[in-house]
Structure formats: structure tokens, C-alpha cells
């Protein structure tokens, strides 16, 4: 089992990488009977299912399906990897997994949006076909993060009410989300790099620390390449740093995304036996006083909440919407998002690297409730920080991500200012954040972290954190219809949490539900022109603090909900774009605004 990386896979002179994505076999186990009957190495009444994707808009029965489903493949090793070692890397199957190769039991995990490594080198036939099954099971439970509904309710759904029963709002999609991968490397591998940058007059400064697993003393040499700058590594116990130093450096920004590529190889006896190349960005993100900082410089990110999600794929890795939602991120003159309410895929990552995009990389802490018993926030807890460890494992080498987020709208009593925070959850989630945010530094010292609150929740939890991120709907859920009274009292909140905490402020949330098509003069709830005029008056009351880091509207489109009376047609239509991708008045109205460019 390797020491922990989850770098991405990649093929080269030294390793293999053999996707596994494309059609699987699939079968529901709503008796729970599929580990007793032995379906790890053949599913007894398969149907047919593609992987990635989400199996609830595929089949009927799979919809609102919650319990364990099979996924099963045969595949064949390619012969030219005999002698390396053998890994299977699961990107994200939501929620539990077990995997079965040759029958055999070979790893477990606990959580969506993120992936797994098991080495499978020892299970594995070289003359005839291999079986792969994976269990996955999408209960929501209250001891899971994100929690299922628990003793308090349903958390904010709960109050929306909703079925199948969540405590968030969006549709429990589950499945095999991401790819399923093969990748062999050498005996003696690079199991993790991690790439920092600093910038020192107009030298660009990297710093990279290398792990390795050596088949022998855990010793050898590497090196590190960066365009014609070399540095040495030498390892001890598995470990090796270095620093290069780029003179004239070109600063990674959303003007300018330039990325270096970044080569580590290990040598033995003079010759080369792994490599690894990965872009990096050169830059800094920092926070002083109540600004932000990228490259030392104020920066204001304009953009969305958004959610991955589209019909028939559902939340699965989608490449067409997401290269159409970049090509609109700047058709309407975002420069960044939130990856609400869960890490997206690493594709999403590698092209805001790319294409200049900020990031508010969210780990899936949506949905806590601090009213809940204390023995499930304890277990809540433990989630946190495994998937705060893999998110930062997975994505702590990528420019674009400027802001780690360890929760969104955690909830310590009523909601939108209906009575005051219960002394005690507000009490419960001072410790959790204290320990989150600790060991988000720990991992990650060189990015700010945020929490995102909601609408009249506890502000005692913001001053944990680097920046205040809230998520606000004056206008909406509380003065329904009166646009302007909202937006005055939005600003004065503004004001009031500057004066608290001075520290930058971001709007992570503001939005209302508008059905495409529907009209109306003076501006009524859900029609075009509200949700255009709410935006707006936000927007102003933004411009005139300087303090506020940034304006993310929600959302950026329509998303599936579960059903409830207050999701029409089991949607959320808060989006500034329809599902399908179609602006509405306000995407037009933002456009202008944020100076969008380009043809989309
Ligand atoms: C929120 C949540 C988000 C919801 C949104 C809404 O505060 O963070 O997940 O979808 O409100 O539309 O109510």
C-alpha cells in the first residue's frame, strides 16, 4: 500500500496508466445479500452501466435507490508491466466502497468526491482476465459527513423538506463518479510531491519536498527540473527536498495563468527509474488586514457557487460541461468559483490551472448540525479531517485553488435570525472548527482557510478562520419581494461584520430562484428581472466596501434537488444559467457588469 499520495496518475517512460472507464456492469442490493453470495466475482443479473456517471438518472428503480449496488469489470494487465508494481485508483465513488479484485477484498473507504489508492500487485492473474468489484452504498447516515438527517432534523433541506431526505440541497446522486484507473510503477516509486512557491524580489522561489518508497534502505538520489534550473535529492528515509529559484519569474494569475512544468526522477546507479512531471504555478496567496492577496496584490474574486451536475450523467466527471462552464465562466467575466458543497474533479482542477480560474476548494462538510448529540459530531469530526487530508493531498500542487473551506452553513440553532444560536452547538462548533482549521494550516500553511456560515448562524466561528465567507438572502428568504429594504440590510451586516472581525469578507452565497422565461415589471419573486435587480443591489453594496474580497452568486446554474415543496420540479433555480447552459437576464446583466469577453 503506498505511503499516502494520491498524485495523479500519468503515463510516461517509467509508468503505465490504463483507464478503466466505459461500460461496467451494474446491479442493485437492496437485500444487502451480495457479499454472502459471493457477487465480488460475478454479478448474478447484471445490467449494463457506464462508468463515470451517476446511476440515478439511468434506471427507474436506481432513482431514489439508497442501500448497496454492484459495479463489476473484467480486464486484462498488459503484459509490458510485469515487474512493476500494480495499483487501482478509484476517483470518487459516493458514498462507502468496498473493492474486490480476484474475489479478494482489497480496500474499503468512506467518502465521495475523493479518491483511493490499494496496490494490486499480488492479486493479480497475467494470463487470463482479472475481476474488479466495487460495492458501493449511498445510505445517509447521521454519523457520515455529509450527515445524513440526525436527531436535530434535516439541517437546512430538513427545513425545505424533501425526498429522497437530505441535509443539504441538492439530489443525493451516487455511483462510481469519477474514472477507475490502473497505474503501475517501478519497484522504487515518487509517491507524493508537494510544490510550494514564494516569491522574492522578482524571483520566483519553488520549494518541493519529495516522497518516495524504496524497494531498498530507503535511501537514494533523485532529481528535480524546472525549464533548465536542476536540483538534487537526496533521500533519507523516503524523503527529499530541494528548492529552485526562477529569476525573471512569469507569476501565475487569472491574467496570465502560465504554468512551469515541474519534473522529479529517481536515479539509481546513475540511471533514471522514475519520473514524475506536474504543472505548477508560480504565486502567493496571502490575507493582511482585511485584503486579500494574490502576488501581493489585492484581488476580488468574481464568480459562483456551482454544483457538478447535469442530466443523465448527474454529478459525474462531465468533460463537455465543464469545458462549456469555463467557456461561460469567462464569456460573463467570472474569474473564479466554489467547488460547492464537495471537492470537483481533478480534470476541473488541472483546467483552472490552465485557464486562470480561482478556486474555493470545498471539502464535503455541508449539512453538520452542532444541536446533534455529541458522539456524532466526534464521529463527523474524524470525516472532516480524513477528507481534508485527501483534498489537500489531491490538490495542494494546483495554482488555481487559493482558499481551502472546512464547512458550508454548519448549523448551531434556528435558522435566518428566528431566535438566537444555542449557546452550547455554538460551543460544540468552536472546538471542531478550532481542530479543522489547525490542521488545515498544518498541512497547508501557504493558503488561507475559510468557513462559510449562513444566514443568521453563529459568528463567534467566522473569527477562527482567515476570511469571513458568508452566504446571505435578504430579499429572498427573508424580505420576500422587498428588494430594497433586503439589500440595505444586507449592507448594514456588511458593516457590522467588518466592524467584528476585520478581516476581508466574501459573499459566498446570494442568489434567488428564478424560473427561465418568466417575466414581470416592477420585479416580483421569480421572475427574470428579480433575480437581475437582487443581484444587482448586492453587487452595489459590495463595490462601496473595500473590504469585501469577493461576490459569488448562487448559482451558476439550475441544479436537481430532491422534491419538496419549495423545489419546483425537483430543481433549484437560483442559477444565472438554466441546466442545459442557457443565460437567463441576470448571466446578461453580470456580463456587463464583470466585463465578460469572448464569444463563450
Ligand atoms: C444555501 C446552501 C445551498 C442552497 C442555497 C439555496 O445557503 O448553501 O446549498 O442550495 O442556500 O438555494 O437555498
Known amino acids: 500500500t503506498p505511503a499516502g499520495g494520491l498524485l495523479l496518475p500519468q503515463q510516461n517512460q517509467h509508468r503505465n496508466l490504463l483507464d478503466l472507464s466505459g461500460l461496467w456492469h451494474f446491479q442493485l442490493d437492496p437485500g444487502e445479500e451480495g457479499e454472502a453470495q459471493g457477487w465480488s466475482t460475478a454479478l448474478p443479473a447484471p445490467r449494463p452501466i457506464p462508468v463515470p456517471c451517476s446511476w440515478n438518472d439511468l434506471y427507474d428503480d436506481a432513482r431514489d435507490y439508497l442501500g448497496p449496488a454492484w459495479y463489476a469489470k473484467d480486464f486484462w494487465v498488459p503484459p509490458g508491466w510485469q515487474g512493476q508494481r500494480v495499483f487501482l485508483r478509484v476517483g470518487s465513488a459516493n458514498y462507502a466502497a468496498r473493492v474486490w479484485v480476484g474475489g479478494a477484498l482489497v480496500t474499503e473507504h468512506l467518502g465521495g468526491h475523493l479518491p483511493f489508492v490499494v496496490e494490486i500487485t499480488q492479486e493479480l492473474t497475467w494470463d487470463r482476465p482479472n475481476t474488479v468489484a466495487i460495492r458501493v452504498e449511498n445510505l445517509q447516515l447521521p454519523g457520515r459527513v455529509p450527515p445524513g438527517p440526525g436527531p436535530s432534523g434535516g439541517g437546512v433541506a430538513g427545513v425545505l423538506g424533501g425526498y429522497p431526505a437530505t441535509t443539504y440541497d441538492f439530489f443525493p446522486y ?244 428566528t431566535g438566537d444560536p444555542v449557546p452550547a452547538a455554538v460551543e460544540s462548533g468552536l472546538a471542531f472548527f478550532r481542530e479543522l482549521y489547525g490542521e488545515a494550516r498544518r498541512l497547508d500553511p501557504t493558503r488561507p482557510v475559510t468557513l462559510v456560515g449562513v444566514q443568521g448562524g453563529p459568528l463567534e466561528w467566522h473569527g477562527l478562520f482567515d476570511v469571513v465567507a458568508i452566504n446571505r438572502y435578504y430579499g429572498w428568504y427573508t424580505h420576500g419581494g422587498r428588494l430594497e429594504e433586503g439589500a440595505r440590510a444586507f449592507a448594514r451586516e456588511l458593516d457590522e461584520l467588518h466592524a467584528m472581525f476585520g478581516k476581508p469578507l466574501m459573499v459566498t452565497e446570494f442568489g434567488t430562484d428564478t424560473l427561465p422565461g418568466v417575466h414581470a415589471t416592477p420585479p416580483e419573486m421569480w421572475t427574470e428581472e428579480y433575480q437581475s435587480e437582487f ?19 448562487w448559482n451558476f446554474a439550475d441544479f436537481k434537488t430532491g422534491q419538496g415543496t419549495s423545489r419546483a420540479a425537483g430543481m433549484n433555480f437560483k442559477g444565472v444559467f438554466t441546466r442545459d447552459r442557457r443565460p437567463k437576464l441576470a448571466a446578461h446583466m453580470l456580463r456587463e457588469r464583470w466585463g465578460g469577453k469572448g464569444d463563450g
Open 174 to 417: 451516487a455511483g462510481l463518479h469519477r474514472a477507475v484507473v490502473l497505474y503501475s510503477t517501478p519497484a522504487g516509486y515518487i509517491d507524493d510531491v508537494t510544490a510550494r512557491t514564494s516569491i522574492e524580489g522578482t524571483d520566483g522561489v519553488v520549494h518541493v519536498r519529495v516522497k518516495s518508497v524504496w524497494h531498498g534502505a530507503g535511501q537514494g538520489q533523485g532529481k528535480l527540473r524546472l525549464a533548465d534550473l536542476e536540483a538534487d535529492l537526496s533521500f533519507q528515509n523516503g524523503e527529499a527536498a530541494a528548492t529552485l529559484r526562477v529569476p525573471a519569474a512569469r507569476l501565475w494569475s487569472p491574467q496570465d495563468p502560465h504554468l512551469y512544468p515541474l519534473t522529479v526522477t529517481l536515479e539509481e546507479d546513475g540511471r533514471v527509474t522514475d519520473a514524475y512531471t506536474l504543472d505548477i504555478g508560480l504565486r502567493t496567496v496571502e490575507v493582511r488586514g482585511d485584503q486579500l492577496l494574490l502576488n501581493g496584490e489585492p484581488v476580488f474574486l468574481k464568480g459562483f457557487g456551482k454544483h457538478e451536475d447535469f442530466p443523465l450523467s448527474g454529478r459525474a466527471l462531465n468533460l463537455p460541461m465543464w469545458i462549456r462552464d469555463y467557456a461561460l465562466l469567462r464569456w460573463v467575466g467570472a474569474n473564479s468559483y466554489r467547488t460547492t458543497h464537495y471537492p470537483y474533479a481533478e480534470e476541473a482542477m488541472l483546467l483552472a490551472d490552465r485557464l486562470g480560474v480561482l478556486v474555493i476548494n470545498e471539502i464535503p462538510a455541508v449539512g453538520l448540525n452542532f444541536e446533534d448529540p455529541q458522539e456524532l459530531t466526534d464521529a463527523r469530526l474524524a470525516q472532516c479531517l480524513q477528507q481534508l487530508r485527501e483534498l489537500i493531498a489531491r490538490d495542494k500542487n494546483h495554482p488555481s485553488t487559493v482558499l481551502w473551506c472546512v464547512a458550508n452553513e454548519p448549523m448551531g440553532g434556528p435558522l435566518l435570525g
Open 535 to 553: 443581484l444587482r443591489g448586492f453587487l452595489d453594496a459590495a463595490a462601496e466596501r473595500p473590504f469585501v474580497a469577493g461576490m459569488q452568486v
